[in-house]
């Protein structure tokens, strides 16, 4: 009793310290209105009065869904507030210093609102408009001295609306309505609640940046003249987060414009796009409700003139810090595309597209981990280390989590979720921070979502078809062997998480599963190629490289699977990645990057669009409306980073780490990854007699590195790192133990 009691204190002290930041701050609304509709759009202003500057002026900002704040009349935030939520009843804040945009005496607050009022696969609504700030070292916040304005001149356009996953409206904004009424007058703001009170529930600190705003880009564009209207084309110089602005000139007013981009249908679904009504006269208008794409359109009447076109890129702070070079251009082009649509989906969370959804599904996340960890700055982790925390955070009380998250969807994908918890899931992202925090918070989600897995007498894992029986987009997939492979390497992530935070019987039972498993998978071995009993299509080649990745298939297997993957070509690009990473296991990496540049080749080489598709083609012959946008085919980065310049974590956090080059279709290649440590670089370059490896190895690490030779004589300067230790040689390779610093090897053939 006195334990829990002890318990139910800390609690306590923790909630109150939690809401002491908010001070007497209190929930607004704008006064006599209802704000809260679908796309509604508010003011709130407040004056107040420094009479000196304390040295940090930290204020804490609360609204659903985003705000824009100015201080003193400047922009000092461009899109603040996360998407809802972090679990599937509470909020982000932001915090957001003010001091370097404040001075002695009067100062203007002013917080522009955009309330989504909509659901979707990426937010969950409130059903109220709100502010709430705390400012707590200047005395201010919110309460009804605030003064606000619900803003008529913003709606909803028409048809065509966003599709039913996306819970932002396309904007209407009529510059009339915004004259007409610019000279009413503000009202007393209306306190609906504290911190904490419901619909908004607690509140939890925005765990990832704020947003990067590049600011207003000139852009050149052509005017063409059509029947009824012209059309502005601007060719944009990538795949982008975009706020269009414009410029114009109208003798007469009230004349529709319409802008939006060549993904205004997300391969098969309708995204947004805004309309701007214009006054009479000289105005400009940028539209905050940002849009992706590679060009914009504006659509206008003949007599209104343009007088300048700009756009306002935006995006997650976290930018490539990496980089690849090799001398074959298909490659280059090839990490080129694939970083574009890395950071096209990453935002609030991670997406599968910014276009059709802005959902972070988790079978993608997965993947796009995989690829930042070799090529974007570490401050991408924060955005990982969110998604972990909701993804537990909505799991429900059967044990089952689900993605895409956070949002309404509420159907588990099973495959989807045993990859996102396993080895390359929460595993990789703990081997490359060594955040073991986040493994602490997660690990009971991860053992009860396991519990849900059962095994057959005969080992393999027990049917289980969840919600949607989902493997793979493309053809002939082998359910229960995909299902199988996920759940050994779940299992073994779990292991791994047990023995990292002591729980000793736990990790034996993990493996004791494994093995049962293993034992039922290598059952449905044919002699030459796996195949479940009851599986009646094609050999499933995501069955037999998803073997490889996890350990279950023995090396005697492997010229079997090798050349049954030179036959077997049904894996979309999601699982691709997969079967070229098993082909470099195997020992086949030059066969592996034939078969990346045969199965990637019209995404890489298409020349209209800077971002990587969805399925191997576009449209509606692409899998699931075909989007152009989809980093998860960006899979072959990674293996290119791991397996052909060699470079992996081998203990967490990169304080040691290997590098096995593997120079395969290549003659000279390099690349820098960044990690927690500092940048790793290594590079080749093959000659007619002596080939050229090197290799930099940050502060406070070391390296193990694996010269393709047997000996040190064969290898000038290798002599004073030779590590002799039994445990870590590699076949055919001579291994060297090098502490921080940069090296150059040349090795005679």
């Known amino acids: ?122 937010h969950i609504d409130s059903g109220r408009m709100g502010l709430l700030f705390s400012a707590p070292a200047i005395g201010l916040v919110s309460n009804s001295e605030w003064e606000s304005r619900l803003l008529a001149e913003y709606s909803e356009c028409g048809e065509p609306k966003p599709n039913y996953r996306l819970s932002e409206s396309s904007i209407h904004y009529d510059a009339r309505v915004a004259q007409a009424d610019a000279e009413k007058p503000y009202v007393a703001s209306k306190e609906i609640g504290k911190a904490g009170d419901a619909p908004w529930n607690a509140l939890h600190e925005r765990p990832i940046p704020l947003f990067k705003d590049f600011g207003l880009k000139k852009v050149k564009f052509t005017r063409t003249e059509g029947e009824k209207e012209d059309t502005l084309v601007a060719h944009l110089p990538y795949n982008m987060h975009l706020t269009p602005y414009i410029e114009v000139d109208d003798p007469e007013g009230g004349s529709l414009i319409r802008l939006q981009t060549d993904h205004i249908q997300g391969g098969s679904e309708w995204s947004v796009r805004a309309e701007y009504v214009t006054c009479k006269g000289k105005q400009s208008y940028e539209s905050l409700g940002w849009m992706n794409g590679e060009i914009l359109y504006v659509i206008l009447p003949h007599h209104v003139r343009v007088t300048k076109l700009q756009y306002r890129e935006s995006g997650y702070d976290g930018l490539p810090e990496g980089s690849f070079h090799c001398d074959d251009s298909y490659f280059n082009r090839f990490w080129k595309k694939g970083l574009r649509t890395l950071y096209v989906n990453m935002r609030d969370t991670y997406y599968d597209c910014p276009d059709r959804e802005r959902a972070q599904w988790w079978g993608d996340a997965t993947v796009l981990m995989g690829e930042c960890f070799y090529t974007y700055s570490p401050r991408v982790h924060h955005l990982m280390r969110k998604g972990i925390l909701e993804l537990c955070a909505f799991q429900n009380d059967k044990g089952i989590i689900h993605s895409p998250i956070p949002g309404n969807y509420d159907s588990e994908l099973p495959a989807q979720m045993l990859a996102s918890i396993g080895l390359y899931g929460f595993w990789n992202y703990y081997m490359n921070t060594a955040d073991t925090l986040t493994i602490r918070e997660v690990y009971p989600a991860v053992c009860r979502y396991l519990d849900v897995w059962k095994i057959e007498p005969g080992g393999l894992t027990a049917e289980r078809h969840g919600a949607w029986d989902w493997g793979d987009w ?233 010269l393709p030779c047997q000996d040190a004589a064969q290898a000038k300067g290798a002599e004073a790192y030779i590590c002799t230790d039994s445990t870590v040689q590699k076949e055919g390779r001579l291994c060297l133990l090098l502490p921080a610093g940069s090296y150059k090897f040349k090795v005679r053939k």
């Open 474 to 706: 493309g053809d002939h997939r082998d359910m229960r062997l995909i299902y199988a492979a996920w759940h050994y390497m779940a299992l073994d992530a779990a292991a791994r998480m047990a023995d990292l935070l002591g729980k000793t019987q736990d990790a034996y039972l993990f493996r004791q599963k494994m093995t049962q498993v293993k034992r039922g998978y290598n059952a449905c071995w044919t002699g030459k190629a796996y195949r479940h009993p009851t599986f009646t299509g094609d050999t499933d080649d995501r069955v037999q490289a998803l073997a490889i990745i996890s350990g279950i298939a023995d090396t005697d297997k492997y010229p079997a699977i090798s050349k049954l993957l030179r036959t077997q070509k049904h894996a979309s690009p999601y699982m691709e990645k997969y079967v070229m990473e098993s082909l470099f296991q195997m020992g086949d990496g030059e066969y592996a990057m034939e078969r990346a540049h045969e199965r990637y080749h019209h995404m890489v080489m298409d020349s209209l669009h800077t971002t990587l598709y969805e399925g191997w083609l576009a449209g509606a012959n692409g899998f699931g409306g075909g989007t152009t946008n989809h980093a998860w085919s960006g899979g072959p980065l990674t293996v290119i980073a791991q397996y052909l310049m060699g470079v992996s974590v081998r203990e967490p956090g990169w304080k040691v780490f290997s590098v096995c080059p593997v120079p395969v279709r290549f003659k000279k290649a390099d690349i820098s990854i960044p990690t927690i440590r500092g940048m790793v670089k290594t590079a080749f370059q093959l000659g007619e007699t002596t080939d050229v490896y090197s290799i930099t190895v940050p502060r406070d690490t070391h390296a193990y590195y694996y």
């Open 1 to 122: 009793m006195r334990k829990s009691l002890f318990i139910v204190v800390i609690l306590l002290s923790y909630a109150l310290s939690a809401l002491a930041q908010w001070n007497d701050a209190k929930w607004i609304t704008v006064g006599e209105v209802n704000a809260d509709v679908p796309n509604s759009w508010a003011r709130y202003r407040k004056d107040v009065l420094i009479k000196s500057l304390p040295e940090q002026v930290l204020a804490n900002i609360c609204v659903d869904s985003k705000y824009w704040l100015y201080v003193n009349g400047k922009q000092v935030v461009f899109e603040g507030g996360l998407k809802r939520g972090p679990n599937p009843t509470d909020s982000y804040y932001d915090v957001v210093n003010l001091r370097p945009h404040l001075r002695k005496g009067v100062n203007s607050i002013e917080v522009l609102v955009w309330h989504f009022g909509k659901t979707g696969f990426s």
